[in-house]
């Protein structure tokens, strides 16, 4: 926990709470002026795989000396980790992986380009204006704006999703989300693909504040760091690809995505799983004993609509596998 304290005393002053958190700066700032300050804290990430080729390019936020975040999903299948800005590359190892959440933190040695400071998504309202700075299509250093859209809950009613014009494309993943005082409110992580347009989602920023705690359950779990998310821990370069119990491995899921299911099967009945042929999935569990088994189910299929361009099928259902080819 120590290396993180630089981190929790910029976002949470007062203690582990986000909202006494202090703004960089306290007036809005010019889309000019935000991306002279914010753009040296995002960087490109390319995972590179174990023949060392590249599997695309990612986008990545300094949160504190020597650390990043990313969406999980863009790791996934890696073997080496680069993270790149301008001219300048490192080496980058996994340190804290969660992949229900999709966002993972990276570490990069000698590294010493400025840190974000963290808003609590409280503070979103909808129709605020929002900042995006990413690589899509790995083109770096790209500054988007748009509004706050809709501000998505959960089962438990939490924030679980931020909704935004700004445009997102690929590459865009694991980028920065940063309101007019140039904090970071959330981390990009995908957009609709086909018709829709301007459907776009971030994660929370404060979810940051967690990954220590739950990537070090993750770890524990899997006994292997690099089993975690399939990507490359200190301890090991190498990919290792996550097998284990149970239902074994779900169809067109990636790596870092099965990881996802077994999170899934530690939560309780009724539950449901749905699965995309193109490799997105959706959740759902009956947290509060209010939900009956088929309205799981349906919540489960809604929830990988959200971002799956192919048809959505349930994978499991309570603790009975349903899939059929």
Same mark, same amino acid.
């Given at each position: 926990?120590?290396?993180?304290?630089?981190?929790?005393?910029?976002?949470?002053?007062?203690?582990?709470?986000?909202?006494?958190? $202090?703004? $960089?700066? *306290?007036?809005?700032?010019?889309?000019?002026? =935000?991306?002279? +300050?914010?753009?040296?804290? &995002?960087?490109? /990430?390319?995972? %590179?795989?174990?023949?060392?080729?590249? !599997?695309?390019?990612?986008? #990545?936020?300094?949160?504190?000396?020597?650390?990043?975040?990313?969406?999980?999903?863009?790791?996934?299948?890696?073997?080496?980790?680069?993270?790149?800005?301008?001219?300048?590359?490192?080496?980058?190892? !996994?340190?804290?992986?969660?992949?229900?959440?999709?966002?993972?933190?990276?570490?990069?040695?000698?590294?010493?380009?400025?840190?974000?400071?963290?808003?609590?998504?409280?503070?979103?309202?909808?129709?605020?204006? %929002?900042?995006?700075?990413?690589?899509?299509?790995?083109?770096?250093?790209?500054?988007?704006?748009?509004?706050?859209?809709? =501000?998505?809950?959960?089962?438990?009613?939490?924030?679980? @999703? /931020?909704? %935004?014009?700004?445009?997102?494309?690929?590459?865009?993943?694991?980028?920065? !989300?940063?309101?007019?005082?140039?904090?970071?409110?959330? /981390?990009?992580?995908? #957009? $609709?693909?086909?018709?829709?347009?301007? =459907?776009?989602?971030?994660?929370?920023?404060?979810?940051?504040?967690?990954?220590?705690? +739950?990537? +070090?359950?993750?770890?524990?779990?899997?006994?292997?760091?690099?089993?975690?998310?399939?990507?490359?821990?200190?301890?090991?370069?190498?990919? &290792?690809?996550? *097998? #284990?119990?149970?239902? #074994?491995?779900?169809?067109?899921?990636?790596?870092? +995505?099965?990881?996802?299911?077994?999170?899934?099967?530690?939560?309780?009945?009724?539950?449901?799983?749905?699965?995309?042929?193109?490799?997105? @999935?959706?959740?759902?569990?009956?947290?509060?004993?209010?939900?009956?088994?088929?309205? =799981?189910?349906?919540?489960?299929?809604?929830?990988?609509?959200?971002?799956?361009?192919?048809?959505?099928?349930?994978?499991?259902?309570?603790?009975? %596998?349903?899939?059929?080819?």
């Amino acid at each position: 926990m120590q290396k993180w304290q630089g981190l929790l005393r910029r976002a949470a002053p007062c203690g582990f709470s986000l909202l006494c958190a $202090m703004p $960089m700066v *306290s007036h809005a700032m010019s889309a000019e002026e =935000l991306f002279r +300050r914010m753009a040296p804290s &995002v960087w490109v /990430i390319r995972p %590179i795989d174990a023949q060392g080729k590249s !599997l695309g390019t990612g986008s #990545g936020v300094v949160i504190d000396q020597g650390r990043l975040v990313t969406n999980c999903h863009v790791l996934a299948k890696a073997a080496s980790i680069l993270v790149k800005h301008e001219n300048v590359t490192f080496q980058a190892t !996994l340190e804290f992986p969660d992949t229900e959440r999709d966002l993972c933190s990276i570490k990069v040695a000698n590294f010493t380009a400025p840190a974000v400071q963290i808003a609590p998504v409280e503070t979103l309202r909808v129709g605020q204006k %929002i900042y995006t700075i990413g690589t899509p299509y790995g083109l770096e250093q790209t500054l988007s704006d748009g509004l706050v859209s809709a =501000l998505r809950r959960g089962p438990s009613e939490t924030i679980e @999703y /931020i909704q %935004i014009s700004a445009p997102t494309s690929p590459g865009s993943s694991g980028g920065g !989300l940063f309101d007019e005082q140039g904090r970071l409110v959330g /981390i990009t992580t995908s #957009g $609709m693909t086909g018709t829709a347009q301007n =459907l776009n989602f971030a994660r929370p920023a404060q979810w940051i504040l967690d990954l220590p705690e +739950r990537g +070090r359950l993750a770890l524990a779990a899997y006994k292997k760091p690099e089993v975690a998310a399939g990507v490359p821990s200190a301890s090991s370069p190498a990919t &290792v690809v996550a *097998s #284990g119990p149970a239902a #074994g491995r779900v169809p067109y899921l990636s790596e870092s +995505r099965q990881l996802a299911f077994r999170d899934f099967l530690g939560q309780p009945i009724p539950r449901a799983f749905a699965v995309s042929l193109d490799g997105h @999935y959706g959740a759902a569990w009956n947290d509060k004993g209010r939900s009956t088994q088929a309205e =799981l189910s349906e919540r489960a299929l809604a929830n990988c609509r959200k971002f799956a361009s192919a048809e959505c099928r349930l994978y499991m259902v309570g603790d009975q %596998i349903v899939w059929h080819e």
